[in-house]
């Protein structure tokens, strides 16, 4: 599913977009977590992205739903993005999320 989305795709493991032969956007999704964290970068323009439902396809390792805390990987923001604007497609080894449709969507 990774490898035939036309893109955007953001995962927390780049080694699967590599393989999937998907550009890697994001890098380091625990440094970027951890830099939002000490105020040394902004993860306003990716959870922007994320509420503007710009990612045809967001893979994870966990499922945003369940999850009782943050983990370190993630920052607060973006998870709530994910949760509010992205739905499960698909659970396997990873969680496959597409874009919820808009509320104001026909």
Do not use: C, K
């Amino acid at each position: 599913m990774v490898a035939a989305d036309p893109g955007p795709v953001y995962s927390d493991n780049v080694g699967l977009l590599l393989l999937a032969g998907q550009p890697i956007r994001y890098t380091d999704p625990f440094t970027m977590a951890g830099a939002t964290q000490a105020g040394l970068w902004s993860d306003a323009a990716l959870v922007a992205a994320v509420r503007e439902r710009r990612f045809g396809l967001i893979a994870l390792r966990y499922d945003v739903g369940r999850l009782r805390g943050v983990p370190t990987d993630i920052t607060p923001d973006l998870l709530a993005a994910i949760r509010d604007h992205y739905t499960v497609a698909d659970r396997n080894v990873m969680f496959l999320y597409r874009p919820r449709r808009p509320p104001d969507a026909p």
